[in-house]
């Protein structure tokens, strides 16, 4: 979905020597002092980075963490209708910062076909957000977190069936511990429910088909959207799909809202916020993409599980043991075994 563009650290001795050359050419020859305070390309590369990366956890944290807590612990319980919130800032946000702010170029729709491979993947991807939110109402985060982290093995097994398409044996052994470390997590999750997990995984298989099916679809040259332009096609489709979804399974759910809402003032600064954060994760995330190599993120994408995982515990104080954490450390590690593997064997 976004090109990934490598970025290597440079010696301290090349730093200083192309920082004193560059500098010199523009200051024409001023002291030494004053160029050791310049700051290089490279190091403001460095920063811009990283500051991507702390929106990018922030972001996707914090939707995390506002839709647990507006769907267990402030009494919404209406995941539809939250994603469609989502959604509806999504197409929003998304037309800004393409039309006005020029984050990427826009691409259109070239045919009917394309439209419906959009509107298919559209669908997939809603069923995906709807079951993670669905989850949320009965999981802890951090089982949730833990249950997410097998993508890869869903996304493997997609792959093989869509395409007969086999990896190398390695590749395929590394998932067996991203499933041991969720089965072992769940024998030691004490709020453990049966319900909240099926949701939960079958809203990581739908993460991974969309990945999978994306990729069939939109292969052609002629097809590929970068991700933001993707969300712009997708989120109004979305909406239209999940509005009469939401008044249908979730009847009173307008009635609720408005009674929240005049009981709590914050509820609709809760909701607006909850929503922007959603999309600028999806925007952070393509930046990252953008910026780093595919190792580094997947390295970060491990790493943002984990960190989710601790705020969770420290923010909703839900039980924990040891098990349960073994079990979560198991999966993450075969999570980053099968990404290096998946690299080498390619």
């Not at 946000?93 to 691409?107: D, R």
């Not at 982290?149 to 395929?172: I, N, Q, S």
């Not at 925007?283 to 995982?309: E, P, Y």
């Amino acid at each position: 979905m976004s090109s990934h563009a490598s970025y290597n650290m440079r010696s301290k001795s090349s730093y200083e020597s192309e920082n004193n050359k560059d500098t010199a050419k523009e200051s024409g020859g001023e002291s030494p002092g004053k160029l050791g305070k310049m700051v290089s390309p490279s190091s403001k590369e460095f920063l811009f980075i990283c500051f991507l990366v702390t929106l990018w956890y922030s972001s996707n944290i914090g939707v995390i963490l506002l839709n647990k807590y507006l769907l267990s612990n402030f009494g919404f319980k209406f995941p539809i209708f939250l994603t469609m919130c989502h959604m509806s800032a999504c197409s929003v946000l998304s037309y800004v910062s393409i039309a006005f702010f020029k984050v990427v170029p826009k691409q259109v729709i070239k045919s009917r076909f394309q439209f419906i491979k959009i509107a298919t993947l559209s669908i997939v991807f809603c069923g995906s957000v709807v079951g993670g939110n669905i989850s949320l109402r009965y999981l802890a985060v951090s089982f949730n977190q833990a249950v997410g982290a097998t993508t890869p093995f869903f996304t493997a097994v997609f792959a093989y069936l869509a395409t007969l398409k086999r990896e190398a044996w390695v590749t395929y052994a590394a998932l067996v511990p991203v499933v041991t470390g969720v089965v072992i997590a769940s024998g030691g999750e004490p709020d453990f429910h049966l319900f909240g997990f099926l949701m939960c995984l079958s809203a990581t298989a739908a993460r991974a088909f969309k990945s999978v099916l994306q990729g069939i679809l939109l292969s052609s040259e002629g097809e590929k959207l970068n991700s933001m332009n993707l969300l712009l096609y997708m989120s109004p489709i979305a909406v239209i799909f999940l509005l009469p979804a939401a008044l249908i399974m979730e009847p009173n759910v307008v009635d609720v809202t408005l009674e929240l809402g005049r009981e709590n003032k914050s509820m609709w600064l809760l909701l607006l916020l909850n929503s922007v954060t959603a999309y600028a994760a999806n925007l952070t995330n393509f930046l990252v993409t953008k910026h780093t190599s595919a190792l580094t993120l997947q390295v970060l994408g491990n790493a943002k599980g984990a960190v989710a995982v601790v705020i969770s515990i420290l923010i909703f104080r839900n039980p924990v043991t040891v098990i349960g954490m073994g079990g979560y450390t198991i999966t993450v590690l075969g999570v980053a075994a099968y990404g290096e593997t998946k690299r080498r064997f390619r």
